[in-house]
């Protein structure tokens, strides 16, 4: 199943993206961030699902935090944080529910107290204590746990999202260890602690791989054998770029040899409809 996410159209309510996606003729969207809060985005979401047949699967930021943005950070050991991160996650699933939605997956969390507008950011401004990781990774644990209890309570099966670090971070702290799940190993570690089905972002694990001086087709390949939930877009190594894919793009034929029916792909091209239908279509290809 090939998904595309809200986050290609850029609007100000989700509503209006998922009407251009569904208008453009995809029928399978991911729910996911960039997007205002506003009351009656259940009732205009169910609507359009019925309106266009749609599919929904949630994700992450979605839905949008009632209170401002805010990095959802399970590991953060500054309780508010880990708190507000932890009830909006639990919203999160029961807006799946709600949505019909059976899967729903959230990012990994950070080893330090990250500001929505650090994400992704070139320029640096702020350098920020580092967490004890130990204790950090213990924090998600528990979140974690209580967080999969009302997932299997709802009948969702729960995804975290590989992490993402850039050079850029890296040398700013002097250090790639500042979140979690940045690689397989860290995936094998956690999975030691917990029952946790891993979300590949093929996008996040080029540039942290890059980063961390790993080889990314190996990485990949560990990866995919075992996620049966994939993103996917395509960058520079360098920062997470969210590029249209083609049939040139590296990482596709390891992603053919681990493909089964029952994997779900999403999209996440924020290079315009003509990149997102473009790239639709390779995977509509590949993937079936």
């Known amino acids: 199943m090939i998904y595309v996410s809200s986050s290609c159209i850029k609007a100000q309510y989700i509503k209006q993206s998922v009407k251009t996606l569904a208008e453009s003729g995809f029928g399978c969207i991911e729910l996911s961030g960039g997007s205002e809060y506003y009351p009656q985005i259940l009732e205009d979401l169910l609507e359009l699902k019925e ?23 399970l590991a953060s050991l500054d309780s ?55 204790k950090a990774i213990e924090q998600f644990i528990k979140g974690y746990r209580l967080l999969d209890s009302s997932a299997k309570r709802l009948g969702i099966t729960l995804y975290i999202e590989n992490n993402v670090i850039s050079t ?61 939930y994939i993103h996917l877009s395509d960058n520079n190594s360098l920062s997470d770029e969210n590029k249209y894919i083609s049939m040139e793009s590296e990482f596709l034929p390891t992603l053919v040899s681990f493909h089964h029916s029952q994997k779900i792909y999403t999209l996440e091209v924020y290079s315009g409809l003509d990149s997102l239908r473009k790239s639709y279509e390779v995977a509509k290809a590949i993937f079936g």
């Not at 599919?55 to 401002?68: D, E």
């Not at 946790?196 to 790993?214: E, P, Q």
């Open 51 to 73: 309106k266009y047949n749609l599919q929904f699967a949630c994700h992450n930021y979605f839905p949008p935090p009632k209170n401002g943005d805010f990095v959802i950070n």
């Open 80 to 134: 508010a944080v880990f708190e507000r991160s932890l009830e909006h996650l639990h919203t999160a699933l029961e807006y799946s529910h709600k949505l019909g939605s059976a899967y729903f997956g959230f990012h990994a969390g950070f080893f330090l107290p990250l500001h929505s507008n650090e994400l992704g950011a070139l320029e640096l401004r702020n350098k920020h204590r580092i967490y004890n990781k130990h």
């Open 168 to 228: 850029a971070y890296a040398n700013k702290y002097g250090t790639w260890d500042l979140a979690m799940l940045l690689c397989l190993e860290d995936l094998l570690k956690l999975q030691d602690s917990i029952d946790c089905k891993l979300l590949l972002d093929v996008g996040h694990l080029k540039v942290s791989a890059y980063t961390m001086d790993r080889d990314f087709m190996s990485e990949l390949k560990g990866c995919a054998r075992v996620a049966d």
